[in-house]
């Protein structure tokens, strides 16, 4: 499995941005699928998440500002920026939680795997 995160950059305050995630060479059912970020000193930290119900989550800095998407059939996590403000400055990374049923029968769950992306840099900056 392998992710595929693009669309960072830099913009200016209050602009928008949008971060895609492609999952690619994928045999397993995509659970959550979550966008982390991290700044320069910081710990990183969670931006939102999706389940595969289409319930969503989101840190309280962005809540408000940011939405996060899925598209199933694409297999791909998107993240809408808007009003970014200089803080929102780090490298973002996607992370899916996949399940693996193909041993179900013997196990009686699916395995959990969980992957990362590349991350991407979004900048804001006048």
């Known amino acids: 499995v392998q992710l595929q995160a693009s669309g960072g950059g830099l913009v200016q305050p209050g602009g928008s941005l949008r971060l895609s995630c492609v999952v690619r060479?994928?045999?397993?059912?995509?659970?959550?699928m979550i966008w982390y970020r991290q700044a320069p000193g910081k710990q990183r930290e969670l931006v939102a998440r999706?389940?595969?119900?289409?319930?969503?989550t989101y840190g309280d800095p962005v809540k408000g500002r940011f939405t996060i998407s899925r598209d199933n059939a694409d297999e791909t996590v998107y993240l809408q920026m808007n009003s970014l403000k200089l803080e929102d400055s780090a490298v973002y990374y996607c992370?899916?939680?996949?399940?693996?049923?193909?041993?179900?029968?013997?196990?009686?769950?699916?395995?959990?795997?969980?992957?990362w992306g590349q991350g991407t840099q979004v900048t804001v900056s006048s």
């Open positions: 060479d994928n045999f397993f059912v995509i659970n959550k």
């Open positions: 992370n899916v939680n996949v399940l693996d049923y193909s041993d179900l029968d013997r196990v009686g769950e699916a395995y959990e795997y969980e992957y």
């Open positions: 999706i389940d595969s119900d289409g319930a969503t």
